[in-house]
């Protein structure tokens, strides 16, 4: 059995701020490309994997390796499963560059075990059996629907401190709007050269840091994101859509991740000023996108020459979850 899963934009947090009685939120978009591609094959016991001959990324390896047997022993061990998997890994992609990898890792694992077995469980509740979910919720919602999402955080009952997904214990968050993208639009990814990745403890500390974010910004994000990013999403106005991105940057959590990494920043503003309709960064980087048609092709040329060719690669929105099929 094989399962494809999409990768990921996640293109703000809403509400790092809490006075509202809920924390958290997000919206974010599937991508057909990179997809992360698992098999597997059920053995007597065990956990075991390995990897196709043309996977050369060694820092994705790496985390393959860590989150397959981890991912899969939590799935085992919750459905009381005495047998045992192996997995082959065709393709994947960089980890902790924005793209969302390790969630769709773990979900994988999780689907292709409870799927051969014929066991029935939601997209979320595999989600929060396998340790995911707990800030964001993109990432469990485009495995499971694809397209345009937004989530609703959680309430502060449930979960009353800031912290990344990785280190929260929270219950993935309640979906409270999904949208298909335009097939017409394009969207071009750009990776531009950084000094470090934030991960593990640097993001625990970043939110620790940082968070609270001031009030009237939560609440501007929330206001672009009601009143102009879904409705000019709906409207089909690629430019409107484009200059609503480069809003979000200027406030909340976006402008945080900016202010932690400028070396994007400067990138972001020459693509801009390339002509494009509008540039934003997924989670912490170094992931910057942008949506375009034909009347602004020109602009994958453009951000070539900025960042360079092979830091480059357009894809389109993918409308639909993960897809498993018989090896």
């Known amino acids: 059995m094989i399962i494809r899963t999409p990768s990921r934009l996640h293109m703000s947090l809403i509400d790092l701020n809490g006075s509202y009685r809920r924390i958290d939120g997000g919206?974010?978009?599937?991508?057909?490309?990179?997809?992360?591609v698992l098999e597997s094959e059920e053995t007597e016991k065990g956990v075991t994997f390995e990897f196709d001959k043309k996977l050369n990324d060694e820092e994705a390896i790496k985390e393959c390796s860590e989150k397959?047997?981890?991912?899969?022993?939590?799935?085992?061990?919750?459905?009381?499963?005495?047998?045992?998997?192996?997995?082959?890994?065709?393709?994947?992609?960089?980890?902790?560059?924005?793209?969302?990898?390790?969630?769709?890792?773990?979900?994988?694992?999780?689907?292709?075990?409870?799927?051969?077995?014929?066991?029935?469980?939601?997209?979320?509740?595999?989600?929060a059996i396998v340790g995911r979910?707990?800030?964001s919720g993109i990432g469990t919602y485009v495995n499971q629907l694809g397209g345009l999402i937004v989530d609703g955080g959680h309430s502060i009952k449930e979960k009353s401190g800031f912290l990344p997904s990785a280190a929260s214990t929270a219950r993935p968050p309640q979906l409270i709007a999904r949208y298909d993208f335009p097939e017409e639009w394009n969207i071009l990814v750009a990776m531009p050269e950084i000094d470090y990745y934030v991960n593990g403890q640097q993001e625990v500390d970043i939110f620790q840091t940082y968070c609270p974010i001031p009030r009237d910004e939560v609440e501007k994000v929330s206001h672009l994101i009601l009143m102009n990013f879904l409705p000019f999403l709906l409207e089909k106005d690629i430019e409107n859509f484009g200059w609503v991105v480069s809003e979000l940057q200027k406030v909340g959590f976006n402008k945080l991740e900016h202010d932690l990494e400028p070396?994007?920043?400067p990138v972001m503003k020459e693509i801009e000023d390339a002509g494009a309709y509008g540039v934003g960064i997924s989670s912490f980087g170094p992931a910057v996108y942008t949506v375009f048609d034909d009347s602004n092709k020109d602009i994958v040329k453009a951000t070539e020459k900025i960042v360079g060719k092979d830091r480059v690669f357009v894809t389109k929105a993918q409308n639909h979850g993960s897809v498993i099929e018989d090896s």
Not at 27 to 36: N, T, V, Y
């Open 263 to 265: 070396n994007i920043l």
């Open 27 to 36: 919206i974010g978009l599937a991508l057909k490309e990179p997809q992360f």
């Open 133 to 135: 979910g707990g800030t």
């Open 68 to 127: 397959i047997p981890n991912a899969a022993e939590k799935v085992l061990s919750h459905f009381g499963i005495e047998s045992g998997f192996h997995f082959k890994v065709h393709s994947t992609y960089h980890p902790h560059s924005g793209l969302g990898s390790g969630t769709q890792i773990a979900l994988a694992t999780g689907e292709l075990i409870t799927k051969t077995l014929g066991i029935d469980v939601e997209t979320k509740e595999l989600s």
